[in-house]
């Protein structure tokens, strides 16, 4: 319960990676507040959150739009009292495997705006509610894509990368508040997110996206792995960590 009464916003946290940090959260102790803008999976996330005997609340967020992102965390600090940490993990991957040259512009802006530009949008509106708490954690989730290699997507890889930039010019910056700054680069994991992924690639090579799903699912890692991570670096535990976190 190392994580007992902290007020922790998760972006994106109805599925994938955002949505087992949110469980992990919850039975450690947090109030959880999940932002996404799938409100179904995310309802259900708080519910399993309540099950376990924890506390949550959904905010339907699209982390593109200021408004909801300022919404999000003023509905946190209303509903209990303060926020502590928030984690980013609103994300899309689009245009896998399409050449730079037939890359669309549209696909572009959508993954930078979701991914890039919705970062910076939350942390925004986040750093005045973490300064009114006295101090806090800010964990944005970025990506060995666009960090320590390539992506199967230009934007994808570009955004990632942008993220991890922006967390590590973060730093320095909070650090006089008693803001604890993080970036963690995932590997591959078995979300929604990489699942599509594997399968478009494989629909593109004209082989069946579902066969190819299935033979890479035993080896890709467990999101809650990652989640478990997450939830540290939001404790007091994870005090003198710093830098960049790579994970498998």
Same mark, same amino acid.
């Given at each position: 319960? +190392?994580?007992?009464?902290?007020? =922790?916003?998760?972006? %994106? %946290?109805?599925? @994938? =990676?955002?949505?087992?940090?949110?469980?992990?959260?919850?039975?450690?102790?947090?109030?959880?507040?999940?932002?996404?803008?799938?409100?179904?999976? %995310?309802?259900?996330?708080?519910? /399993?959150?309540?099950?376990? %005997?924890? &506390?949550?609340?959904?905010?339907?967020?699209?982390? #593109?739009?200021?408004?909801?992102?300022?919404?999000?965390?003023?509905?946190?600090?209303?509903?209990?009292?303060?926020?502590?940490?928030?984690? #980013?993990?609103?994300?899309?991957?689009?245009?896998?495997?399409?050449?730079?040259?037939?890359?669309?512009?549209?696909?572009?802006?959508?993954?930078?705006?979701?991914?890039?530009?919705?970062?910076?949008?939350?942390?925004?509106?986040?750093?005045?509610?973490?300064?009114?708490?006295?101090?806090?954690?800010?964990?944005?989730?970025?990506?060995?894509?666009?960090?320590?290699?390539?992506?199967?997507?230009?934007?994808?890889?570009?955004?990632?990368?942008?993220?991890?930039?922006?967390?590590?010019?973060?730093?320095?910056?909070?650090?006089?508040?008693?803001?604890?700054?993080?970036?963690?680069?995932?590997?591959?994991?078995?979300?929604?997110?990489?699942?599509? &992924? =594997?399968?478009?690639?494989?629909? /593109?090579?004209? +082989?069946?996206?579902?066969?190819?799903?299935?033979? /890479?699912?035993?080896?890709?890692?467990?999101?809650?792995?990652? @989640?478990?991570?997450?939830?540290?670096?939001?404790?007091?535990?994870?005090?003198?960590? +710093?830098?960049?976190?790579? #994970?498998?």
């Amino acid at each position: 319960m +190392r994580l007992r009464d902290k007020v =922790i916003v998760i972006t %994106g %946290g109805a599925t @994938g =990676i955002g949505g087992a940090t949110a469980l992990v959260c919850g039975r450690e102790g947090a109030r959880v507040v999940v932002g996404d803008v799938n409100e179904a999976d %995310g309802c259900k996330v708080v519910s /399993q959150v309540v099950e376990a %005997g924890g &506390q949550a609340r959904f905010v339907r967020t699209d982390v #593109t739009q200021e408004a909801d992102a300022r919404g999000l965390i003023a509905g946190a600090e209303a509903g209990f009292g303060r926020v502590d940490a928030l984690i #980013t993990c609103a994300g899309v991957l689009r245009g896998s495997m399409t050449p730079v040259e037939a890359f669309e512009e549209a696909v572009w802006e959508g993954v930078i705006d979701v991914n890039l530009k919705g970062t910076f949008l939350c942390v925004k509106h986040a750093v005045p509610a973490l300064r009114r708490a006295g101090r806090g954690v800010i964990v944005c989730v970025a990506s060995g894509a666009g960090v320590r290699g390539g992506s199967s997507s230009f934007a994808y890889g570009a955004s990632k990368g942008g993220v991890h930039g922006f967390g590590l010019t973060l730093m320095d910056r909070l650090a006089a508040d008693q803001i604890r700054v993080h970036v963690v680069c995932p590997g591959n994991l078995d979300t929604p997110l990489k699942r599509a &992924q =594997i399968a478009e690639a494989a629909r /593109q090579a004209g +082989r069946s996206p579902e066969e190819a799903v299935s033979s /890479q699912r035993p080896h890709l890692g467990d999101p809650e792995g990652v @989640g478990r991570v997450l939830a540290f670096l939001a404790s007091e535990e994870a005090d003198y960590v +710093r830098g960049t976190i790579f #994970t498998r």
